[in-house]
């Protein structure tokens, strides 16, 4: 029963060997500090009576069995379990742990993985671990071989032999293992012997004896399973006494054999501050950079969360790569490394942890180069705006405003979203970016405007306007449809207000209004534009003054469309209506007033008179004088009786009526024109339109023909305004009335009174005639010789008008039987014709022709009346003077050339001469004579007459031929 039992116990013995070794993985990277506080791997095999039965059997087995082929084996199995006992130490349970990540390295962790860090700008006071303590910790020695398994280091284990601890057993089974190895030079498992013993000695703190058990197992067996550990344990060993050279050797052993090493990782670690504490920075920075591709080719990502401990190797790594790149002299040498070795994708994280490092060192000047420098690099790198950032935050943190301002400025730079950089990346992709940029935007505008509102900036203040403008227009540029774009674009407006850019500023204040969803400052911002404009009217020249008027009724219409409840509504809307007056264009004038008057019903009394007048005005400008009679009589209902102003919308409301009265004329509709024209008397009797109103209507009625309405009209006209400049014209019209509807007596005493009041002399002359020949016609002769008389007396000319009524003065004292004075108007006519000149005429000629015959056949006559008495002698000579008298007046009448008067001329002469033989024959005789003289004194007249009876004869012969 025995013997079966002793095979039972060594199989299960076995098994447990296989399986510790087995259970050997490659486990991912960590710092070496920890390994001394592994704790053991307290899964045990559970044998059938423990581990003291086991050991038992194990030295029954050797000291009764023969030896076998299982000597060797039950050999180290019992040394095992001794060291197991006393240690806890199984067979094959070593393996590389990983660190558990210091809390200190999460900033860099953040950093490098390019998130977003609200707190960066304490990200150096937050890094508590200093770079003294970050060595120490990733630098101390990996403990002995034991402490793989031990909860215990290698000075507990030391302390507690020199406690009193039994090192027998542990002394046995080195005594095994060496026994073994002397025995069994080629046992097959002679690698785990030595591994075994070398851990016994590290457990007794026999450390140099450890060292050299190691050594002889990888000079016998390089091919050993425990090469790897063995070297790390070496390397770690040397390190710690700062034999460099010897741990190069023992961590480049390992690295030889690359990856399929499970202290690979570790190994490349170690031997990079291998040659960090050597200063071989360079050759440091090569290791690390290895160990970071590693992790890359085998899928590490450091965008994602890993386990603690790999992720602090990875955080440990770029925090040595960058005290080393910061020995080496910072991002110049890191990009002359990568230019010389290539670049790696994670440069990025490589270039972040140097620039925290210096943040953490307070050296904000290079962090901020350093981030600038990756920048420059790679402008396009998805991590290229974290760095801008960085840069704020850095000289935020060292408390450098100036270089904030720039790092900021540069920042909006390079990141606006029409710049470069989003050609190659999706902004929605990059929300925090996007956040800072938006901050940043508002900062620098905000900034800027204060500097240029800031008395004390004067000689910066055009530099401080551009730039705000230039931040405000990028922030809109770049978030045209934010939640707070609206009020970034009305401090813009206010800027460009501030600035007197007037046009400008009504733009950017209709934008805010007008472009966006309704917010809160929507219809103070539309109001502001309105202002804006008004204020640019102020200062534009007379060339723009109609396009800066239009754009001002173009943004308050839109206002009062878009805000129709505001305060101002009514206001803007009846200011643009003035406006538009102003630009002539009366429809839009009166639409939008009407509105005002339609829409605001309890506006200001002042604002609904200003619709009133508008609509009026513009009415009138568009002859809808119907409309305008209207709105007048509005306006005239909320002005007051001592306004100044009153008169003049009287005299509007008149012209409204008027006007009316005027189309209606147009239109030959007389009777509407007349009674228009008559409205005014009692629709406006103060206006100055009235007067020349009433004239009109009379005029009116006149062309209708109703006589009697157009004098009563005009004769109203002329009693109400005697001054008036239009009473001549009332008269003459009304003297047409008179004349027209047969009263003539009337009509000639209205053209007698315009004879009277007229100042013009061919108006005057003109009535005078009229009022005459009136006068004559309904039998007023003395009134009409009056008029006459005196317009030849008031116009000797023009000559031929003069002597026709002359002429007819004359005919109206022949009537009388006036011969003198008929004679004497006879006598006028001769003498004007003969005095005429030039504007003699033949109808002078004729009238004065006759004229002169009238009074030659009066000579005629008193030539004939005188008889031959005695005294012979006298009356003779009376008759030759009368005859010579009459032939010479009748001879004057040939000179007219005037065919009857010139033969009524010759038969007179003929006659003169006949009568003249004729009386010398009929002559009184003497009544002394005795017949023989009386015969001769007969036949003497006889001889007399004969010569003028034959002049009569030639001169009636001269008639018959005419």
């Not at 009524?904 to 009184?924: D, G, I, P, Q, V």
């Amino acid at each position: 029963m025995r013997r079966l039992t002793i095979p039972i116990v060594l199989s299960l013995a076995f098994m447990a060997g296989c399986a510790a070794r087995t259970n050997k993985t490659v486990g991912t990277a960590g710092t070496l500090a920890e390994l001394r506080n592994v704790r053991p791997d307290v899964q045990e095999v559970k044998v059938e009576q423990g581990l003291e039965q086991a050991m038992q059997n194990y030295r029954r087995f050797l000291e009764e069995t023969p030896e076998t082929t299982m000597t060797p084996e039950a050999m180290r199995r019992l040394a095992d379990l001794q060291l197991e006992k006393q240690f806890g130490i199984r067979t094959g349970d070593a393996k590389p742990r990983q660190m558990a990540a210091p809390q200190a390295a999460q900033a860099l962790a953040d950093a490098q993985a390019g998130k977003a860090n609200p707190d960066a700008a304490d990200a150096g006071a937050r890094l508590r671990e200093s770079d003294q303590d970050f060595e120490r910790r990733t630098t101390a020695e990996g403990g002995n071989l034991a402490s793989t398994n031990a909860g215990a280091s290698t000075t507990d284990a030391a302390d507690a032999v020199r406690a009193g601890t039994d090192p027998s057993g542990p002394l046995e089974a080195i005594a095994l293992y060496n026994r073994l190895l002397t025995e069994y030079p080629s046992y097959k498992n002679s690698d785990q012997v030595l591994y075994q013993m070398a851990r016994a000695y590290d457990e007794l703190g026999r450390t140099d004896e450890a060292m050299e058990t190691m050594e002889r197992l990888i000079r016998a067996n390089p091919n050993s399973g425990h090469f790897d550990e063995v070297q790390f344990r070496r390397g770690e060993y040397f390190f710690t006494r700062r034999k460099f050279r010897d741990a190069e050797n023992a961590y480049s052993a390992i690295v030889t054999l690359g990856a399929k090493s499970s202290y690979y990782e570790l190994a490349l670690y170690k031997l990079g501050w291998t040659f960090y504490k050597q200063e071989f920075y360079e050759e440091a920075l090569q290791k690390y950079i290895a160990l970071l591709d590693y992790k890359v080719k085998i899928g590490y990502d450091f965008d994602q969360t890993h386990d603690e401990d790999d992720d602090r190797r990875v955080a440990d790594t770029f925090r040595v790569i960058s005290l080393s790149f910061s020995n080496l002299g910072g991002p110049e040498t890191m990009q002359e490394y990568f230019s010389k070795f290539g670049n790696r994708s994670y440069e990025d994280r490589v270039y972040s942890n140097l620039g925290e490092h210096y943040l953490s060192k307070l050296r904000y000047d290079d962090a901020a180069k350093t981030y600038k420098a990756f920048v420059a690099l790679y402008p396009f790198h998805r991590s290229a705006p974290r760095f801008g950032m960085r840069v704020v935050e850095t000289f935020t943190q060292g408390g450098f405003p100036k270089l904030v301002l720039e790092s900021k400025r540069e920042f909006a730079s390079k990141y606006g979203l029409k710049s470069e950089y989003w050609r190659h990346f999706k902004p929605e992709e990059s929300p925090e970016v996007l956040a800072y940029l938006k901050t940043n935007l508002k900062d620098l505008a905000t900034h800027y405007h204060a500097q240029y509102q800031n008395a004390n900036e004067a000689d910066e203040k055009r530099a401080n306007y551009r730039e705000a403008s230039q931040w405000y227009g990028a922030y809109l540029e770049s978030f045209p449809k934010e939640a707070d774009s609206p009020p970034v674009n009305y401090q813009l407006a206010d800027l460009f207000l501030e600035n007197k850019d007037f046009g400008e500023a009504a733009r950017q204040y209709e934008r805010t209004a007008y472009e966006y969803a309704p917010h809160p400052q929507s219809a103070a911002a539309g109001y502001a534009a309105i202002y804006a404009y008004r204020e640019q009217l102020k200062v534009a020249g007379k060339e723009q003054q109609d396009a800066v008027k239009r754009d001002t009724v173009a943004s308050s219409l839109k206002f009062a469309d878009a805000f129709p409840q505001d305060e101002h509504a009514a206001a803007v809307l009846g200011a643009a209506a003035d406006d538009l007056y102003e630009l002539k264009n009366y429809k839009a004038a009166i639409e939008a007033d009407q509105r005002v008057i339609d829409n605001y019903p309890n506006a200001e009394a002042a604002i609904r008179r200003s619709a009133w007048i508008v609509v009026a005005h513009g009415s009138f400008e568009l002859a809808e004088y119907s409309q305008a009679e209207h709105a007048y009589a509005e306006v005239l209902k909320v002005t007051p009786q001592g306004d100044e102003s009153r008169a003049s919308f009287v005299d509007n409301l008149a012209a409204s009526i008027y006007k009316q009265g005027e189309i209606a004329n147009e239109a030959q509709d007389y009777r509407a024109a007349a009674d228009n024209f008559l409205r005014i008397r009692s629709a406006a009797p103060t206006s100055s339109v009235r007067a020349t109103a009433e004239y009109d209507a009379g005029a009116a009625l006149i062309r209708l023909e109703d006589w009697k309405a157009a004098v009563e009209v005009l004769e109203a006209f002329r009693s109400t305004f005697p001054e008036h400049k239009l009473q001549l014209e009332a008269t003459k019209q009304i003297a047409y009335a008179y004349r027209q509807s047969g009263q003539l007596s009337h009509a000639a005493g209205e053209y007698d009174r315009i004879a009277s009041q007229s100042d013009d002399p061919a108006l005057r002359s003109e009535a005078l005639l009229d009022a005459g020949d009136l006068y004559s016609q309904s039998n007023s002769r003395d009134r009409a010789l009056d008029a006459y008389l005196r317009y030849v007396k008031e116009f000797p000319k023009p000559v031929e008008t003069a002597i026709e009524t002359r002429f007819k003065i004359a005919e109206m004292y022949k009537e009388a039987h006036d011969e003198p004075l008929y004679h004497q108007q006879l006598e006028e006519i001769v003498r004007a014709d003969a005095g005429a000149g030039t504007e003699r005429t033949g109808r002078t000629r004729t009238i004065a022709a006759r004229s002169a015959l009238v009074l030659a056949e009066n000579l005629y006559g008193d030539f004939v009346v005188v008889k031959l008495r005695q005294p012979f002698e006298t009356s003779l000579q009376d008759k030759k003077q009368r005859m010579d008298a009459t032939i010479a007046a009748l001879g004057r009448l040939v000179n007219y050339e005037i065919a009857e008067v010139t033969a009524a001329a010759t038969y007179y002469m003929a006659e003169t001469y006949s009568n003249f033989s004729r009386s010398l024959l009929e002559s009184e005789r003497p009544a002394d004579l005795k017949p023989e003289d009386l015969e001769e004194f007969k036949n003497n007249l006889d001889e007399a007459a004969f010569p003028f009876e034959e002049k009569a004869i030639n001169v009636h012969e001269k008639n018959m031929e005419l």
